[in-house]
């Protein structure tokens, strides 16, 4: 028998928004945040802030793992077909040389390496980012449109196990954010 892990949801809301002026007010915010045991939440800002990954505990990145081994898949392969074709689909003897002479095979590789990297990483990263993503509840907040001019905001989702909105919206007001908002779905 199994069992399903429940999970809070309040119908029609995705969680709460605050909004900050200030790229360490944000970041502040996200760590009392997390130090206060919400994990589903977001955090959004209109350039990179250094740090902001790590304050809402976000701690490893998957991506490079995939990427190593798509390029360890990728040299398997070009020297695998490289062997093949040098040594078995197409043997050719030139002046007494061997066939898998491995040294001429090294472009080849290496580019079957990059090739199977950077298209892991691209697909990759759009897979674990959640992208191409053309709706977020959040853009239903008005004020959610100075994200790529000029403010900052944090979101925790009703997703969250400690999530209960008036108590979550009290949290963030007590953050010093300019204002609080309800995210509808």
Known sequence: MSHAVSTKRYEGLHGALVEFDTPEALIEACEKAYAEGYRKMDAYAPMPVEGLAEAIGF????????????????????????????????????????????????????????????????????????????YHAVFNVPAFLRASVDKFFLCIESEDPKFEPNQTVEFLNSLGGVEVHYVPE
């Open 59 to 134: 701690k490893k990145n998957k991506v490079a793992m995939c990427v190593l081994i798509a390029g360890c898949t990728g040299v398997c392969f070009g020297l695998g077909l490289l062997e093949w074709i040098a040594g078995i689909a197409y043997p050719h003897n030139v002046g007494g040389r061997p066939l898998n002479s491995w040294p001429a095979f090294i472009p080849i590789t290496f580019e079957c390496m990059i090739l199977f990297s950077a298209l892991t990483a691209l697909v990759s990263m759009l897979a674990m980012n959640g992208l191409p993503r053309p």
